[in-house]
């Protein structure tokens, strides 16, 4: 028997029953997959006729939902959920049928049939999860839909609540608006349901084991947030001095950005609720949250998050916009990043400021649409019901602690006023804001339908305002106050890293050294390596032995192994960072003959002893902006952990450009938020062209000030090991920016003994070995330009030119680097050198340091590149030329002094 011919037009069809099965009507699969027989009768057809209506309902019920409360447009025609389409007749109506895997009944009538999934899929919830691959979680969530029909079962102190909330919501938006007249708050109004469905939220995720909620929210609706969820007090949010607080060197933020932690009591446990601080850029704290998250799931150890939860709100403009998302979620399943799943909520108002067209804002139904690319099912639903919203947040909830995946709740509402409340909505949308005007407010109708059910009488409604009003006229908290004698025992002292930079990092003594040495280059199971690893693991082994010079992939994995070895946990992400892009790394040995599945792989760090810190190494997504985002919400909320982001080459990083400027520089002068994220950030003039050249360090030197980051560019493995080590061992927690090195990882001159591991300690400046202190010039440089330079020098001859480098940029080394010019009192000309084009690498950004430093009278003469629009030249030849003329100008050129 061949499909019909429905079938082979639909385009779930792929010619075989197990598809049907796998998309969702197993009894309709077993129809199809039965043995040939006579040709189907009537009654066949019929049946099937039934079946396929029932799966339409699954996948395009929600079309006919009634989700928007203000009922602008009338549900798009959709003929699939008419009976008529399929052939059936009024006269099947009160014919009864197999209902195949419909929940709740198994044979009934046509009627009865089209009631029940109406009820379940086009009322105040509408739902999308037939993209689901997997039949359990499609089976799951059917369940859980067919069987609630529309009835959500909510008792009469629920509702109460609800209500309440709502009162909560609504009422503090009033208080504010008269109390603090002018101040951009963007309003929640219209959207007050966001209140009774964040405490549901968090009551069921209670429930569920969670020991502590992070969430990320953008402005909408973020002081309500503040008060209602978090147990801010107006008070304290609107009584900080308008200047900021004087004795603090804090920009500090707007309120509505702000963010908060408490701790909260709930029928089901304590629990620690905290709301990121959130840049204005849109979306971006998804992935800071989700760090966050992970960095919290494993100091206790949550595989599966079943204690810590995150709960992502979004905005409908934002959500569907922004690329920042589709990487998020990329990320989200993925074993680095995973989170055990995310709850999402979107503040679905139906408008981004003034863009409301659906033909401007989007090329997809809805926006939750990017949703679907991880198979997670959308909750859609009414916001004017909180009844249903209750039920959208239960199974969503549920949904998220059966499978541990992402799960998302649009919560369908409208904005009550313009933009922020300074707007005039009516310019842009004028017949969206009639209506707006006209709709009663969310709590209005509420308190209305329960009053008519005899939940409660008016007054004790009003009365729920009037109780609202007074708290908040008497300074009180709204939601369940904060618990003040509850201890938490994952919680973090960061106090102990607000210490002093120019604290001593403790050394490593040689014996250490050579145990650690020892166990990275043992293997405790036999894996056969590829020859070129089996090379690098000979040759670490050589190094430990003293016979071969330490190198960059042996000193970097010795820093690891150091911290490691005293506890500190070491978590390194970036593309391709397991063996590293430029394959010197090599922290991941792949067996030659084994699957990885099948411990096919060794991870030496993993093996240092029994009491070592956890060490993670990820071959991460090919994403910069989520992945970045996600690496520095992880470190600000561990300061235990080393935390590295590698990009696959420097400029690359400039797709994360917003997490750089928002978060990395600017976050503890806004919100006191400390971080100890490293980037390394390949950087070189190697002669391969504009785009693999450049780490862009003119950036991030235009982003220091008030020392918030460290910007160092290492030149020889020692210094990369101390930098590493000194980033965890000092009471301090400060990002670092390391330019790290391409060639130079080869480079046979950019070696360091093991004595300058054991002994040494990070050098800001470094002096020219052969100290020529009659040298008549002095030429400073940065990195790997250095090497060129001394071949140079040497290959002419040059023995009255010193060559000195600077390894930490910023802070600038002011002490250090005038304590070397200082040895060179009769240096006369005095340089600095780099190959970075004029505009770009450290000159314009550091020459004030360097003048500073110089002897009086003198001043520092630019060797380099001449300004250029592109990093760097794309033909070897130019390239060569250019860095000719570089040499040429820093060790020989005459300049005015
Ligand atoms: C990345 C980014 N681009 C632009 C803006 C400016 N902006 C602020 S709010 C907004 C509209 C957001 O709409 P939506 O996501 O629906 O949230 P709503 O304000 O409607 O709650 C825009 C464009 C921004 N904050 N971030
Ligand atoms: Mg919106």
């Known amino acids: ?84 389409h399929y052939g059936l007749t009024d006269a099947d109506l009160t014919r009864e049928f197999d209902t195949g895997s419909l929940f709740g009944v198994e044979r009934t009538t046509l009627d009865d049939i089209l009631q029940r999934l109406r009820s379940a899929y086009c009322g105040h919830v509408g739902v999308e999860y037939m993209h689901i691959t997997e039949v359990t979680r499609k089976r799951w969530l059917q369940e859980r839909i067919e069987s609630a029909q529309g009835r959500f079962g909510v008792t009469a102190a629920q509702k109460k609540r609800l209500l309440k909330r709502l009162t909560d919501a609504e009422t503090l938006e009033k208080f504010l608006h008269t109390r603090h007249v002018g101040q951009k708050r963007f309003s929640l109004e219209g959207g007050e349901s966001l209140i009774p469905l964040l405490d549901h939220v968090i009551a069921r995720c209670a429930r569920h084991g969670a020991k502590e909620i992070v969430m990320g929210m953008a402005h909408r609706g973020r002081i309500n947030v503040l008060v209602n969820i978090m147990g801010r007090t107006v008070d304290s949010l609107y009584d900080e001095p308008q200047d900021g607080h004087p004795e603090t060197p804090l920009s500090g933020d707007v309120k509505y950005h702000q963010g908060f932690s408490t701790d909260m009591g709930t029928d089901y ?92 804002v989007r090329s997809t139904l809805y926006c939750t649409d990017v949703a679907k690319m991880v198979e997670a099912p959308v909750l859609h639903v009414n916001g004017d019901d909180p009844e ?153 082994r050589r190094m ?79 994403s910069e902006e989520a992945v970045l985002a996600f690496e520095y919400g992880y470190s600000t909320a561990d300061p235990d952990t080393l935390v590295v982001w590698e990009a696959q080459f420097g400029d690359f990083a400039n797709g994360a450009q917003v997490v750089i400027d928002q978060f990395i520089t600017s976050g503890e002068a806004k919100w006191g938020r400390l971080c100890g994220l490293t980037l390394m950030l ?70 360091s003994s093991l004595a300058d591991l054991s002994d040494g300690a990070f050098l800001p400046v470094i002096d020219d070995p052969r100290q020529p202190r009659e040298a008549r010039r002095v030429v400073v440089c940065s990195g790997r330009v250095w090497f060129d330079l001394e071949a140079a020098r040497a290959a002419r001859g040059l023995d009255d030119v010193a060559l000195v480098r600077i390894e930490q940029l910023y802070p600038f080394p002011d002490a250090e680097f005038g304590a070397v010019l200082d040895v060179y009192p009769l240096a006369g000309t005095l340089v600095w050198a780099q190959e970075e084009p004029m505009n770009q690498g450290a000159w314009y950004q550091t020459l004030h340091h360097l003048n500073r430093c110089a002897p009086a009278g ?40």
């Open 1 to 84: 028997m061949s499909a019909p011919d429905w079938l082979s037009t639909s385009p779930l069809y792929s010619g075989n029953a197990a598809y049907l099965e796998q998309f969702g009507d197993a009894a309709l699969a077993a129809w199809l997959g039965r043995p040939v027989s006579a040709a189907t009768d009537e009654s066949d057809a019929a049946q099937v006729a039934v079946l396929r209506l029932i799966n339409a309902y699954r996948y395009l019920g929600v079309r006919q939902a009634a989700l928007d409360p203000l009922r602008r447009f009338e549900p798009p025609s959709t003929p699939e959920l008419d009976p008529a």
């Open 269 to 360: 446990g304590p629990v620690h609720l905290a709301l990121a601080f959130n840049p204005s850029h849109l979306e971006i704290v998804h992935p800071v949250v989700r760090g966050s998250v992970r960095a919290r799931q494993d100091r206790r150890g949550d595989v599966l998050g079943y204690e810590v939860v995150p709960v992502i709100l979004h905005g409908d403009a934002a959500l569907s916009g922004q690329g920042v998302v589709m990487e998020s979620l990329n990320m989200s399943q993925t074993r680095g990043f995973r989170n055990g799943g995310a709850i999402h909520v979107v503040i679905n108002n139906q408008i981004g400021f003034t863009t409301s067209d659906p033909r401007d």
């Open 388 to 540: 249903a919203v209750a039920f959208a947040v239960q199974t969503a909830v549920d949904y998220r602690y059966t499978f541990h995946k992402n799960v998302f709740i649009d919560l369908v509402c409208y904005r009550r006023h313009g933009h922020n409340e300074q707007d005039e909505p009516l310019a842009t949308q004028p017949l969206m804001y009639r209506r707006v005007q006209a709709h009663p407010s969310t709590r209005t109708l509420y308190a209305q339908r329960l009053v008519d059910e005899g939940v409660l009488t008016q007054a004790e409604a009003d009365d729920l305002v009037d109780v609202c009003r007074e708290r908040l006229e008497h300074g009180r908290p709204l939601s369940a106050p904060a618990l003040s004698d509850f201890k938490e025992t994952f919680a973090t002292d960061w106090s102990r890293f607000r210490g002093d930079a120019g604290a001593a990092t403790p050394g490593i003594s040689a014996t250490r050294l050579d145990f650690l040495g020892e166990r990275i280059t043992t293997l405790e199971h036999e894996i056969e390596l590829h020859p070129r690893v089996q090379k690098v693991l000979d040759d670490r």
């Open 544 to 622: 430990r032995a003293g016979e071969l010079a330490v190198d960059w992939g042996y000193a970097e994995n010795l820093a690891y192994a150091s911290l490691l070895d005293v506890g500190y946990n070491v978590r390194v992400s970036g593309q391709d960072s397991a063996r590293g892009t430029f394959f010197h790394r090599h922290a991941v040995w792949h067996d030659q003959k084994r699957e990885r599945r099948q411990s096919g792989v060794y991870v030496p760090l993993e093996h240092i002893h029994a009491r070592q810190g956890n060490f993670t190494i990820i071959d991460s997504l090919l």
């Open 682 to 751: 390949p950087h070189g003039f190697e002669g391969q062209g504009p785009e693999h050249s450049s780490a862009r360090l003119e950036r991030f030197l235009q982003l220091c000030a008030q020392e918030n980051i460290q910007v160092c560019v290492p030149t020889l493995p020692a210094q990369m090991f101390h930098l590493l080590r000194r980033q965890l061992l000092r009471p301090l927690r400060k990002p670092l920016v390391v330019l790290s090195p391409k060639s130079l990882l080869r480079h046979p001159a950019s070696t």
């Open 858 to 897: 003198r001043r520092f003469h630019y060797a380099g590149r001449p300004a250029a629009a592109a990093p760097a030249s794309g033909y070897i030849s130019r390239h060569r030329a250019e860095l000719e003329a570089l040499l040429r100008d820093a060790l020989e050129t005459s300049y005015e002094v």
